[in-house]
């Protein structure tokens, strides 16, 4: 029934669209994937169309429709978009500050704690109203739901749990860090709201900030560099005074521009990694200590989380191993970037009341046809010589020749300075170029949602090596040094390999958890672990057949099914979404092979690092 379509709108940090039919998730998309601008801001204009064309409908069949967030803050971003737009070029290192910088983030911090009322409601609703308009909705039912709401349906929803503790934590919105509900036979029931004035995302983002990274992006490196510290107790720790945890209550001396003072004349007297160490230790005891305060009151046991305070792993980590939880869940698109599916999610609720949605996979976004390979292949070309035929479609090639291949003899083509050929077995071609130390480029599918790449866009290496690690990040990752990558392995392989510590990693199988490991395998996961011994894996099952075949290949080789997995991106740059990114990505790395669907592309002129 058409009636049953469910659009989900966020048009703020991450923005981005979903799209729901009954109790399923058919298409979800972040903007920047197509927009091409790393965490987009403003109305998705481009994810509602690709949400539209992925159900092929129009948007008169869409008859429920929500968005989320009506505070006065985002409300006047999307009066004057300006606004938005300049924090954005600031956030992202896009444009200097001026001399006024100071006076407008004391103003923006001002303003994001006033809480929603009825003139900003109204404005907000006016201004989606008519950004729809244009787009041709009409007749439709429009649901402004509260941001931490959103939030708390994604997790309470999507966690398979009848009955659960739900909290939020994050920087604010709607006039709240955070939310406490519980969750019984499938109602949501609000136990406590934590005002947006002490707020544990704005602390981290302090932090951020501070130690001259990138807010709202750079949260984990401040995360993997605490491990290079030297411990210090928490009665020695000049930052454990700046908030703290009392009950369900987060109490702090200091208003959120004070807190920033305050810790600024903290990171002066300390080098960075341990100022890193100390924020993640005020922010692990603290969420720690409210999250068992809450399953005492509630009598809780299980755990659904989101906001993007979860996005910190290791924080994760300890919560997981409290004696009063037996299970926890994170949303995996726990960050703002999840508003969207968290919006639909709380409509759908009220107007259709479905409370379940069945998350097997996040390969919710967009995928491309076989033409569109070829085509992203061959973009090099300029005459069509000849055609050949290649079982579904006809393409245009240059140059054709036979060349001996692992699987015999086989049709290359050549497009400029990339070969492309077909594959029979893409799986075990891939597997023996990794086993053989290559880097390898891998487009399957459809696009991930998510900050997470989880083998559709992803690039894998053997997981064995620090020199490998050294190579990527020279490559194209330019990650600091200290940062990690992250293992893809087999769903079995978990607990060979680590210490799941009473875990059901079936609840957190999209690299949401830290998990440590076990010290007669650290060798064989060298380059995909934390100085700690911990890293953040992804967990793959049967959703993923062909990423799964590789993982097989791999462990029947070297007798263990894990693969370095790190996004499908140049640094600084979204994820690739298209066949043409990917092989722009390609030529512009020097990185040699790309597998794209059953197609392995050769760059000619790779780059020998």
């Known amino acids: 029934m058409t009636d049953d379509f469910v659009l989900g709108i966020w048009d703020g940090h991450d923005a981005g669209a979903a799209l729901l039919a009954g109790n399923r998730v058919l298409f979800a998309v972040n903007e920047e994937r197509l927009s091409r601008r790393k965490l987009e801001v403003g109305f998705p204009r481009q994810s509602i169309e690709a949400c539209l064309q992925y159900a092929s409908v129009l948007p008169s069949a869409v008859k429920i429709i929500a968005a989320s967030t009506t505070d006065p803050a985002k409300t006047l971003t999307r009066l004057f978009p ?98 406490i509900w519980e969750l019984r036979d499938h109602r949501m029931t609000l136990v406590k709201n934590l005002p947006a004035k002490i707020s544990f995302g704005i602390f981290f983002e302090h932090v951020t900030n501070l130690m001259n990274m990138r807010e709202l992006e750079d949260e984990g490196k401040v995360m993997a560099l605490a491990n290079y510290a030297y411990p210090i107790s928490d009665d020695e720790n000049p930052l454990m005074k700046i908030m703290r945890t009392e009950g369900l209550d987060v109490v702090s001396d200091y208003t959120s521009t004070a807190m920033f003072r305050e810790m600024q004349k903290i990171l002066w007297r300390y080098p960075s990694e341990q100022f890193a160490f100390m924020a993640q230790r005020v922010l692990e005891k603290n969420v720690v200590a409210l999250v068992e305060e809450a399953l005492k009151r509630t009598g809780m046991r299980n755990i659904a989380a989101a906001g993007g305070v979860f996005s910190n792993v290791k924080m994760n980590m300890k919560i997981a191993a409290l004696s009063g939880v037996d299970r926890i869940f994170v949303f995996p698109h726990m960050g703002d970037g999840g508003l969207a599916l968290g919006a639909a999610m709380a409509a759908n609720r009220e107007q259709k009341g479905v409370t379940s949605y069945r998350l097997n996979d996040l390969y919710l976004g967009p995928a491309f046809s076989r033409e569109g390979v070829l085509t992203a292949a061959n973009s090099n070309d300029t005459e069509d010589e000849f055609s050949k035929s290649t079982g579904d479609s006809t393409v245009s090639v240059k140059d054709a020749a ?179 990114e990917a092989v722009d990505v390609l030529k512009r790395t020097g990185i040699r092979y790309l597998f794209m669907e059953d197609m392995l592309i050769e760059n000619l002129h790779p780059k020998n690092l």
């Open 82 to 179: 300006g606004l938005k737009e300049e924090y954005y070029l600031i956030r992202r290192r896009k444009k200097v500050p001026d001399t006024f910088d100071p006076l407008k983030k004391s103003f923006k911090y001002r303003l994001t704690e006033w809480p929603p009322n009825l003139i900003s409601a109204y404005l907000s609703r006016s201004y989606f109203n008519g950004q729809l308009h244009t787009m041709g909705f009409a007749d439709y039912t429009f649901c402004l739901v509260d941001h931490h709401a959103a939030h708390a349906m994604a997790a309470a929803y999507c966690s398979g749990f009848s009955q659960c503790l739900v909290v939020t934590l994050d920087g604010v919105g709607d006039g709240l860090s955070g939310s």
């Open 402 to 580: 036979r060349e001996p291949g692992d699987d015999g003899m086989r049709v290359c083509k050549r497009s400029g300075d990339i070969r492309y050929c077909p594959v029979e077995n893409v799986p075990e071609k891939a597997a023996r170029l990794i086993l053989g130390g290559e880097i390898i480029l891998w487009f399957q599918g459809r696009m991930e949602i998510g900050p997470r790449a989880l083998g559709n866009r992803s690039i894998l290496a053997r997981p064995d090596g620090r020199l490998i690690k050294d190579r990527l990040n020279l490559l194209l990752k330019k990650r600091v040094w200290y940062q990690p990558f992250c293992p893809s392995m087999l769903l079995e392989e978990a607990p060979v390999l680590l210490d799941l510590d009473r875990q059901d990693i079936r609840d957190n199988r999209f690299m949401t958890m830290a998990f440590r490991v076990l010290d007669e395998h650290l060798k064989t996961m060298e380059g995909v672990i934390n100085i700690d011994g911990t890293c953040r894996p992804h967990f793959v099952g049967d959703e993923n057949p062909l990423f799964r075949e590789l993982l097989v290949h791999v462990k029947n080789d070297t007798g263990s099914g894990v693969v370095l997995n790190t996004s499908f991106n140049i640094h600084g740059e979204p994820l690739v979404c298209s066949p043409g």
